[in-house]
């Protein structure tokens, strides 16, 4: 296109476009900061509400770990301790499952019962050989003899 051609058609259409002024170039600004004010509103509640939520789920998870920690408590019982003579009063220590009571003092002995862990029971105050000693339920029944170190008085 030449020059002459260029100025003609821009004449040409000098009067089909809206001249812009000062004024509408400060209402376009006008309303992006508006359009950009309530974004960030609504971004800002936003994250209020999912803090909320964040706080609310750690809340219910709190509450189910104590729920699922109670569950693990093994129930209260009320027991009647027997005076079996020399004996005294313990639990077996809490390690997730049963601890052997066996025929002889020794883990080579044979497994006579099994003791599940918690549970209150009598044992004799006298070590015998290797730390070990008898032990018996709470009514006094012999169940055989056990590791000291699983009995806590």
């Known amino acids: 296109m030449t020059c002459a051609c260029a100025v003609l058609l821009s004449t040409a259409l000098d009067g089909c476009l809206p001249k812009k002024s000062g004024k509408d170039d400060a209402e ?17 509640k936003e994250r209020e ?26 129930a209260q019982t009320s027991t009647v301790v027997v005076d079996v003579p020399g004996t005294r009063f313990a639990h077996v220590i809490r390690e997730g499952g049963y601890t052997n009571a066996r025929s002889g003092p020794g883990t080579g002995y044979a497994i006579m019962n099994k003791v599940k862990d918690g549970s209150p029971i009598l044992y004799s105050g006298r070590l015998v050989r290797n730390g070990w000693v008898q032990v018996y339920d709470t009514r006094g029944n012999y169940l055989g003899y056990m590791s000291a170190n699983k009995i806590v008085p």
Request: no cysteine; aromatic share 0%.
């Open 49 to 74: 509400i999912q803090e909320k939520l964040d706080r609310a789920e750690a809340i219910i998870a709190a509450d189910e770990a104590k729920k699922a920690q109670a569950k693990k408590k093994p």
């Open 28 to 44: 376009l600004q006008e309303m992006i900061d508006k359009a950009a004010e309530k974004k960030v509103a609504e971004l800002e």
